[in-house]
């Protein structure tokens, strides 16, 4: 077979020899990718957040005194602490949907900081200590206890009612509060005692004498603030020997 010489023409684009024979033959084309836009979908607040008189575990709301809004206070810290590594991101959000065919997978448990001592503890979902605020029982009552042989109208003695009043105070980190307010506070939070404002008054001047409380002048009224946040209470009162549960 003689050897062929092919000319390609650009006009028609086709191949042609020399002789004058037409071959027909059109350049490859690569075939059209089919590609599917992404679709940026943002994760909206979870339906169960949305539940009026429920909390987002799906047990009514009302269980953590603090904050009523929340049925305990692991639920609380688990939707409002920032995970890390994230700037808003919370635990609740890093944790929803990550189990089996996305559906929740068991609640963990958190590292949280006792009321009394400041020692880590963790913290369960289970309903025997979703609320816990001491890491065991022996700082429960030291933070609760009260002097040997004090009375009704000498209450101020007692320490568990000066940690009471540290513990509202320090709760409200930047807003001053008036001694009707800490009452009614106490009253809501600590449903096994009672306070009236006169004895919130009383109890912050105790612990303005040992500067722990300072007062901020409001034209007429009178509010409290604490002057320290980090200090554990147990450094605070100490510790001393119970007798008789008391």
């Not at 409002?80 to 919370?90: H, P």
């Not at 540290?166 to 930047?174: A, S, V």
Request: with cysteine.
């Amino acid at each position: 077979m003689a050897e062929q010489n092919w000319v390609f023409n650009a006009e028609d684009n086709k191949w042609e020899d020399k002789g004058g024979e037409i071959v027909v033959q059109t350049p490859k084309r690569r075939p059209r990718e089919v590609t599917k836009t992404k679709r940026n979908v943002k994760r909206g607040k979870d339906a169960q957040q949305k539940i009026a008189g429920y909390c987002s575990c799906g047990r009514p709301e009302g269980g953590y005194r603090q904050e009523p809004a929340y049925c305990s206070r692991y639920c609380y810290l688990f939707e409002n602490t920032v995970a890390e590594g994230y700037k808003q991101k919370t635990l609740y959000e890093c944790w929803r949907g990550t189990g089996k065919y996305s559906y929740n997978p068991p609640y963990p448990k958190l590292t949280v900081q006792c009321a009394w001592c400041n020692e880590d503890f963790q913290l369960g979902r289970s309903q025997s200590d979703d609320n816990k605020a001491y890491c065991s029982n022996h700082c429960m009552r030291q933070a609760t206890r009260s002097a040997i042989g004090t009375s009704a109208r000498v209450g101020s003695k007692k320490i568990g009612d000066r940690v009471r009043i540290m513990r509202i105070l320090r709760w409200f980190k930047d807003r001053p509060l008036t001694s009707k307010e800490i009452s009614e506070y106490w009253n809501e939070w600590f449903k096994n005692t009672s306070c009236s404002y006169h004895k919130a008054a009383n109890l912050c001047k105790i612990l303005a004498a040992k500067g722990m409380v300072r007062y901020v002048e409001d034209g007429r009224r009178r509010t409290y603030v604490a002057t320290d946040f980090t200090t554990p209470l147990k450094d605070l009162f100490g510790e001393e020997e119970i007798i008789n549960n008391r």
